[in-house]
């Protein structure tokens, strides 16, 4: 499921960048970097946030097809990487990220159903008609005696999907200042999360008694809520750094009309100066 997301992404990102003007050969390799930095990132940032499950064995913590990808480090990688990318190319950082932000979240909502299959990552127990029965070797062992669960990982496919929507049209419908895009997408994807991660009950490592992700998206939310305020007043406008210079108008590049000549008047030699009777 998480190569599926990442082919939904790379096309939605590869159409809205050439949309730009930039060619489909930068955008594949932007793509493959990006993603294989992503995979680095997503693996450490698990590592890093759930220690505790590798403690005395450490050599499991980089058998990355036993599962265990955090998405925020997979962000955090891919952007580094795009950023120095973007770099070397001479090409805006900003245009790159905002063409990738609806995309994420699609990667996002498709690999969230590995999930699913996986039976993991699930919210407390519930009878609601759309619950999620998970067998009883999945279950954590204070829930044994429950059945059915939350279907977090479908919350948070939703939730992504909608928030593609609502970036795709944000994009259409408003003039930006670049950049801030890839902005509402933090603050969209942050806020999605954290009420998610209130109700699910798998094993996470805490920071004073509250789930490590949780303080995380609080920190992603204060952030993105800053810079998208800190360029309020420039909705709308472009940034003269970062857009093409204007081309020119058809009366500019009209030629100047030429000065009349003024008449010559020749100055008659004294040969040809004459009496007059």
């Known amino acids: 499921m998480?190569?599926?997301?990442?082919?939904?992404?790379?096309?939605?990102?590869?159409?809205?960048?050439?949309?730009?003007?930039?060619?489909p050969e930068l955008?594949?390799?932007?793509?493959?970097?990006?993603?294989?930095?992503?995979?680095?990132?997503?693996?450490?940032?698990?590592?890093?946030?759930?220690?505790?499950?590798?403690?005395?064995?450490?050599g499991e913590a980089w058998q990355i097809w036993e599962g265990g990808l955090g998405i925020p480090g997979g962000v955090i990688?891919?952007?580094?990487?795009?950023?120095?990318?973007?770099?070397?190319?001479?090409?805006?950082?900003s245009h790159i990220a905002d063409a990738a932000a609806p995309a994420l979240p699609l990667a996002q909502a498709i690999?969230?159903?590995?999930?699913?299959?996986?039976?993991?990552?699930?919210?407390?127990?519930?009878?609601?008609p759309w619950a999620l029965e998970i067998d009883p070797e999945h279950r954590r062992f204070q829930?044994?005696?429950?059945?059915?669960?939350?279907?977090?990982?479908?919350?948070?496919?939703?939730?992504?999907l909608a928030l593609v929507g609502v970036l795709l049209w944000v994009s259409?419908?408003?003039?930006?200042?670049?950049?801030?895009?890839?902005?509402?997408?933090?603050?969209?994807?942050?806020?999605g999360r954290l009420w998610i991660e209130t109700i699910r009950v798998d094993f996470a490592s805490e920071l004073g008694g509250v789930r490590v992700n949780i303080w995380v998206m609080l920190a992603l939310i204060?952030?993105?809520?800053?810079?998208?305020?800190?360029?309020?007043?420039?909705v709308g406008e472009a940034d003269p750094d970062e857009t093409a210079p204007d081309e020119p108008s058809s009366d500019e590049l009209a030629p100047e009309d030429p000065e009349p000549e003024q008449p010559v008047h020749e100055v008659p030699s004294a040969e040809n100066i004459t009496s007059t009777p």
């Open 2 to 23: 998480i190569a599926l997301g990442v082919l939904a992404a790379a096309w939605l990102f590869a159409r809205r960048f050439t949309q730009q003007g930039y060619s």
């Open 172 to 191: 259409k419908r408003f003039t930006l200042k670049p950049g801030r895009l890839f902005g509402l997408y933090v603050l969209g994807y942050s806020l």
């Open 111 to 128: 690999g969230r159903w590995g999930n699913w299959f996986n039976q993991e990552l699930y919210g407390r127990p519930t009878d609601l």
């Open 222 to 234: 204060a952030g993105s809520v800053a810079y998208l305020l800190w360029g309020r007043g420039d």
């Open 77 to 93: 990688a891919g952007v580094a990487v795009a950023a120095v990318l973007a770099r070397q190319r001479n090409v805006p950082f």
């Open 27 to 58: 955008a594949s390799s932007i793509t493959v970097w990006a993603v294989i930095a992503g995979l680095i990132g997503s693996r450490i940032y698990h590592v890093i946030t759930d220690w505790k499950s590798y403690e005395g064995n450490w």
């Open 143 to 160: 829930y044994l005696d429950d059945d059915t669960f939350h279907p977090t990982f479908l919350y948070e496919c939703i939730w992504n």
